[in-house]
């Protein structure tokens, strides 16, 4: 069965601290796992994934396949970072979200 | 707008009615996918499309639900006999092929009354 959990609802931090977002995967084959953010008022997109292996917003996420894991980390958390994120399985198997909050 | 579009973004019916969601997909784009979203919650899967055909259904997807993707362009939800729990957020999104990034449209959001 595919899926994908994220334990965490809703994740709060102060502006500058250090991020990471948890998510989990189940998959029988080769897996492949996105990072989607959805800000305020504005369709869900594409944050990264994990086969570029690239940093966008500061945002770094490593494929742990010993772990089925994918977790999402930002050294610096900025207050514009404040959104809903998605972690999917595939492109299209999606958790269920974590809200992340930066405090000022 | 080259993107995904969706019509219409807002829907309110009278619970027993029909009611058709229209999807407009990235025009290369090969897979058309369809979720249900509730308020605090992520994407529910319901079923996707490889061109025109129809290849995965989630047991979320009643008999009530059906969906067509005519000639692997557009395509269309429908809901039949509506009932409160319907209400919801029903997105649409498109990707080129499998395990590539998935593009969204705004929803179109249902509410039974």
């Known amino acids: 069965a595919q899926r994908v959990t994220q334990p965490e609802k809703l994740l709060s931090v102060f502006k500058g601290a250090p991020v990471e977002l948890k998510c989990n995967y189940s998959?029988?084959?080769?897996?492949?796992l996105f990072w989607y953010v959805q800000y305020s008022r504005q369709r869900l997109q594409l944050l990264l994934r994990?086969?570029s292996r690239e940093s966008i917003k500061g945002f770094t996420a490593d494929l742990n396949k010993g772990e089925t894991s994918f977790h999402l980390k930002k050294p610096f958390a900025q207050e514009e970072d404040s959104a809903m994120y998605y972690c999917?399985?595939?492109?299209?198997?999606f958790g269920p979200g974590t809200r992340l909050s930066v405090l000022p | 707008d080259t993107g995904v579009s969706q019509d219409p973004r807002h829907k309110i019916t009278k619970r027993g009615q029909n009611v058709t969601f229209r999807c407009d997909p990235i025009s290369e784009h090969n897979r058309l996918y369809w979720y249900r979203q509730t308020l605090g919650q992520g994407p529910e899967f319901l079923t996707y499309f490889q061109n025109e055909a129809q290849l995965e259904k989630s047991r979320l997807l009643s008999d009530r639900f059906s969906a067509e993707r005519p000639k692997g362009s557009f395509s269309t939800l429908e809901i039949q006999r509506t009932e409160q729990g319907d209400s919801a957020m029903y997105l649409c999104?498109?990707?080129?092929?499998?395990?590539?990034?998935?593009?969204f449209g705004q929803g179109t959001r249902l509410t039974v009354v």
């Open positions: 999917a399985l595939l492109g299209f198997v």
């Open positions: 994990h086969i």
């Open positions: 998959y029988s084959g080769s897996p492949e």
């Open positions: 999104a498109s990707s080129l092929y499998e395990r590539t990034e998935a593009f």
